[in-house]
T-cell receptor, first 113, second 114 residues
Framework: QKEVEQNSGPLSVPEGAIASLNCTYS??????FFWYRQYSGKSPELIMS????GDKEDGRFTAQLNKASQYVSLLIRDSQPSDSATYLC?????????????FGAGTRLFVKA | GAVVSQHPSWVICKSGTSVKIECRSL??????MFWYRQFPKQSLMLMAT?????????EQGVEKDKFLINHASLTLSTLTVTSAHPEDSSFYIC??????????FGPGTRLLVL
């Protein structure tokens, strides 16, 4: 069973701090990794994708990938109350029938003003 | 880019009626479409996967005769909830996948069955 694990939280950080969200995955052959943000009552929206080891930065967001450790993280700098949401880690996993995106259960982030 | 529309955004219906939900990828072609259901405060639950022109593959526990999926073109897929009952009340979300293996999500359809 291919899995993606996330701490459910809630993770609470003060406004302006760095929020660090972590994710581990079980399929060593995975090649594509994604972070989605889901506000309460809304559908998920894609915020970052990463395909190779290292860091990828986009504005206040940095995704980090370590394939050897099967670990993906998302850092949010200068956290704002509007960043309060559930963050879903997703991993593309291959197998019979083609790729399937496996989602973690999500980490709830709460940014205190 | 990657705009996905879903219609209707919310629907209230009587028990026993059927509801059709449309999902369109407006600026890309989706060779694969995923349909999810999400109950309040719970995780996304994958219901089925469909490839354009093929029959959908349903996850264990999802009744294929109750949740009819049609993926007739690379930009349109529909989910029909047949003979809906109150336990089918949920948030239904389509998720087209691009040829580059990236999944996007529609805005969702909130279904309330009375």
């Amino acid at each position: 069973q291919k899995e993606v694990e996330q701490n459910s939280g809630p993770l609470s950080v003060p406004e302006g701090a760095i929020a660090s969200l972590n994710c581990t995955y079980s399929d060593r052959g995975s090649q594509s990794f994604f972070w989605y943000r889901q506000y309460s009552g809304k559908s998920p929206e894609l915020i970052m994708s990463i395909y190779s080891n290292g860091d990828k930065e986009d504005g206040r967001f940095t995704a980090q990938l370590n394939k050897a450790s099967q670990y993906v993280s998302l850092l949010i700098r200068d956290s704002q109350p509007s960043d309060s949401a559930t963050y879903l880690c997703a991993v593309n996993s291959g197998g019979t029938g083609g790729f399937k995106t496996i989602f973690g259960a999500g980490t709830r982030l709460f940014v205190k003003a | 880019g990657a705009v996905v529309s879903q219609h209707p955004s919310w629907v209230i219906c009587k028990s026993g009626t059927s509801v059709k939900i449309e999902c369109r990828s407006l600026d890309f072609q989706a060779t694969t479409m995923f349909w999810y259901r999400q109950f309040p405060k719970q995780s996304l639950m994958l219901m089925a996967t469909s490839n354009e022109g093929s029959k959908a593959t349903y996850e264990q526990g999802v009744e294929k005769d109750k949740f009819l999926i049609n993926h007739a073109s690379l930009t349109l897929s529909t989910l029909t909830v047949t003979s809906a009952h109150p336990e089918d009340s949920s948030f239904y979300i389509c998720s087209p996948r691009t040829t580059q293996e990236t999944q996007y999500f529609g805005p969702g359809t909130r279904l309330l069955v009375l």
